[in-house]
């Protein structure tokens, strides 16, 4: 595994979502290079700034953000204009749901472990934004990323043709402090890939809870470029510098105890989150993309209360004991490219091992990021990527699609004949058996 290939690969995905050339150099790289690495010859050391952080309480529920306008062009001005000049915002796609979607953010502290990445920190720490389905006009328009976050995300891919309060601004469909539907509902833990945050599966996040489910995505300090913390707090990336010593697999074990840890601060006693009462905690699913794929994995491998599980294009860093998941579903959904059987050596040994209901899907003409929410914005955008034709509505689309399919079938009982076999309307599709 080349080490210095994830960084170009980044830089160039999120350029061609977002509408900019690609730095001279950046190259290419296969999915087996780009699951976990991020560090580019010429990248900047991030560490985090400011103080190490101090613990805070784990129920403290934290507003970060409020909405900015934003200023899409594909010009390197910030023009306050959509590429069509109609001065529209970045919007994600609309949730396909029945029901309205709230939004709060939770500060968690785990006082009885220190931080992996920075020890010197002191306890480690997490920020989950919580999306549950909400009585329709409460709360307030939730903002995507703060503007600061976007600067930062910005700069480590060394993109300077879309502003800060461009991506920032991207239109949301959650409301921020929205009062929550009666009831309970079932919990998908969401984590996202190395060096990107939470905000890049919001999409993902929204459509969810639309469709009745209660949703935690999960920031990992100091894995991400740039992550708001309270205190007016930004952590960076420490864990990018130092991921090449630690490994693959000591790095997913972490990721699974924060997603454990989360389940215990949601559903044990004395919950983080005001509106837990919502949680169904015999309902509990966990999905992610890339380093959160491989954590969803070891997550699974060692916690029961996770009853089925989705990695989307995540490496099985640690596929957990060979006698498999005690017979829980778990659905491989990945590039075609990179993940098709005989591709990705870890695939197919993860795929043996998986003893429950399971599938191997992959997407053609798609990209490491296409099940996130960065082509969706680069559609917008109106650039294509000729190496990876799959058109960016259709990316979000399909993920969507299966994950949300996935995860009826699994935690609500509700029969699916999207995941039976291919679709004519999913041609792009394919089921694996090998």
Same mark, same amino acid.
């Given at each position: 595994?080349?080490?210095?290939?994830?960084?170009?690969?980044?830089?160039?995905?999120?350029?061609?979502?977002l509408?900019?050339?690609?730095?001279?150099? &950046?190259?290419?790289?296969?999915?087996?290079?780009?699951?976990?690495?991020?560090?580019?010859?010429?990248?900047?050391?991030?560490?985090?700034t400011? !103080?190490?952080?101090?613990?805070?309480?784990?129920?403290?529920?934290?507003?970060?953000?409020?909405?900015?306008?934003v200023s899409?062009?594909r010009?390197?001005?910030? =023009?306050?204009?959509?590429?069509?000049?109609?001065? #529209?915002?970045?919007?994600?796609l609309? !949730?396909?749901?029945?029901?309205?979607?709230?939004?709060?953010?939770?500060?968690?502290?785990?006082?009885?472990?220190?931080?992996?990445?920075?020890?010197?920190?002191?306890?480690?720490?997490?920020?989950?934004?919580?999306y549950? !389905?909400?009585?329709?006009?409460?709360?307030?328009?939730?903002?995507?990323?703060?503007?600061?976050?976007?600067?930062?995300?910005?700069?480590?891919?060394?993109?300077?043709?879309? =502003?800060?309060?461009?991506?920032?601004?991207?239109?949301?469909?959650?409301?921020?402090?929205?009062?929550?539907?009666?009831?309970?509902?079932?919990?998908?833990?969401?984590?996202?890939g190395?060096?990107?945050?939470?905000?890049?599966?919001?999409?993902?996040? #929204?459509?969810?809870?639309?469709?009745?489910?209660?949703?935690?995505?999960?920031?990992?300090?100091? #894995? =991400?470029?740039?992550?708001?913390?309270?205190?007016?707090?930004?952590?960076?990336? &420490?864990?990018?510098?130092?991921?090449?010593?630690?490994?693959?697999?000591?790095?997913?074990?972490?990721?699974?105890?924060?997603?454990?840890?989360?389940?215990?601060?949601?559903?044990?006693?004395?919950?983080?989150?005001?509106?837990?009462?919502?949680?169904?905690?015999?309902?509990?699913?966990?999905?992610?993309h890339?380093?959160?794929?491989?954590?969803?994995?070891?997550?699974?491998?060692?916690?029961?209360?996770?009853?089925?599980?989705?990695?989307?294009?995540?490496?099985?860093?640690?596929?957990?004991?060979?006698?498999?998941?005690?017979?829980? !579903?778990?659905?491989?959904?990945?590039?075609?490219?990179?993940?098709?059987?005989?591709?990705?050596?870890?695939?197919?040994?993860?795929?043996?091992?998986?003893?429950?209901?399971?599938?191997?899907?992959?997407?053609?003409g798609?990209?490491?990021?296409?099940f996130?929410?960065?082509?969706?914005?680069?559609?917008?955008?109106?650039?294509?990527?000729?190496?990876?034709?799959?058109?960016?509505?259709?990316?979000?689309?399909?993920?969507?699609?299966?994950?949300?399919?996935?995860?009826?079938?699994?935690?609500?009982?509700?029969?699916?004949?999207?995941?039976?076999?291919?679709?004519? =309307?999913?041609?792009?599709?394919?089921?694996?058996?090998?």
């Amino acid at each position: 595994m080349n080490p210095n290939r994830f960084g170009a690969f980044a830089a160039f995905a999120l350029a061609l979502a977002l509408s900019v050339p690609v730095l001279a150099g &950046a190259g290419t790289a296969s999915a087996a290079s780009h699951d976990i690495r991020h560090t580019g010859g010429s990248a900047p050391s991030r560490t985090a700034t400011g !103080p190490a952080p101090q613990p805070a309480a784990a129920s403290a529920t934290t507003p970060l953000t409020t909405p900015v306008t934003v200023s899409a062009a594909r010009s390197a001005t910030a =023009s306050g204009t959509a590429p069509d000049g109609r001065g #529209e915002r970045l919007a994600l796609l609309r !949730p396909t749901g029945r029901h309205a979607v709230g939004r709060d953010t939770v500060h968690l502290t785990d006082q009885h472990r220190r931080d992996p990445w920075v020890p010197e920190a002191g306890a480690r720490e997490l920020m989950v934004s919580m999306y549950y !389905p909400a009585r329709a006009h409460s709360g307030g328009r939730a903002a995507y990323m703060t503007e600061e976050e976007a600067r930062l995300l910005l700069e480590d891919r060394e993109i300077t043709a879309v =502003s800060a309060a461009t991506l920032s601004g991207t239109r949301t469909h959650a409301r921020a402090g929205a009062t929550p539907e009666p009831g309970r509902f079932p919990l998908v833990v969401l984590s996202p890939g190395f060096s990107v945050s939470r905000t890049t599966l919001t999409g993902l996040a #929204e459509d969810l809870a639309s469709r009745g489910y209660v949703v935690a995505a999960v920031d990992h300090a100091y #894995e =991400s470029v740039g992550t708001a913390f309270p205190g007016g707090r930004m952590l960076k990336c &420490a864990a990018c510098d130092k991921i090449d010593t630690v490994g693959t697999a000591a790095a997913a074990r972490w990721r699974a105890t924060d997603l454990s840890f989360v389940l215990d601060r949601l559903t044990g006693p004395a919950p983080a989150w005001r509106y837990a009462h919502a949680i169904d905690p015999r309902r509990i699913g966990m999905a992610g993309h890339s380093m959160g794929g491989a954590g969803t994995a070891a997550a699974m491998a060692g916690d029961r209360r996770v009853r089925a599980g989705v990695t989307m294009d995540g490496p099985f860093a640690a596929p957990g004991p060979a006698s498999g998941l005690d017979g829980r !579903p778990f659905m491989m959904l990945g590039t075609a490219s990179d993940h098709s059987p005989g591709k990705d050596p870890g695939w197919d040994q993860g795929w043996t091992r998986l003893d429950g209901w399971k599938r191997w899907l992959t997407v053609a003409g798609s990209g490491h990021f296409a099940f996130t929410d960065l082509p969706v914005l680069g559609a917008q955008l109106g650039l294509d990527d000729p190496s990876e034709p799959l058109p960016g509505r259709r990316a979000g689309e399909i993920t969507r699609a299966y994950v949300g399919a996935f995860f009826d079938l699994h935690l609500r009982g509700i029969p699916q004949p999207l995941l039976t076999g291919p679709s004519p =309307s999913n041609p792009e599709v394919s089921f694996h058996h090998p």
